[in-house]
């Protein structure tokens, strides 16, 4: 589980809120109210809603979106790398646009981010998971085949 007060920050740091994409603490009692059902228990840290059908949050532990195929909880755990390039990020950072991340599954989840400051700040704060998930991985010994292993076939 990531810290809380991490992700806040880094996201407050990294580009901040904008008009649909804030933090808890600054949504609305509408947004908040449009949220609550889909995380189900969890505290959402940052969310993003565009509709009482289309929206994104971040807890601790999950992102939870809802959009055309119901809610989707994906465990942070289970981002493995940014998948936009740098055009994309050029384009969402000045239009908005899909933030787009790949799972260890190697399906692709789109975000739909507003442009500016509230795009970068959640490209910086996935791009931090990312990183936390890689050095998780790096501690847990994988059997991958050593050079010997592979010499002795």
């Known amino acids: 589980m990531i810290s809380a007060t991490r992700i806040v920050g880094l996201f407050r740091r990294r580009g901040g809120s904008g ?11 509408n947004q908040l109210e449009t ?24 807890t601790q532990s999950h992102l939870v979106s809802k959009g055309l195929d119901g809610v989707r909880q994906i465990p942070l755990g289970d981002i493995e790398a940014l998948s936009s390039d740098v055009w994309d990020l ?11 991340l790949q799972l260890r599954d190697g399906s692709t989840v789109a975000l739909n981010a507003e442009s500016g400051g509230p795009f970068m700040a ?11 998930n890689r050095k998780s991985d790096a501690a847990v010994p994988s059997r991958r085949p050593s050079t010997d292993d592979q010499r002795s076939v």
């Open 19 to 29: 008009e649909l994409t804030r933090t808890t603490s600054e949504l609305t009692p």
């Open 35 to 58: 949220i609550q059902a889909g995380v189900a228990g969890q505290s959402p840290l940052i969310a993003s809603v565009h509709s009482k059908d289309e929206w994104f949050a971040v």
């Open 90 to 100: 050029a384009q969402g950072k000045r239009q908005g646009g899909d933030l787009k």
């Open 122 to 132: 959640l490209f910086n704060v996935f791009r931090y998971v990312v990183q936390v």
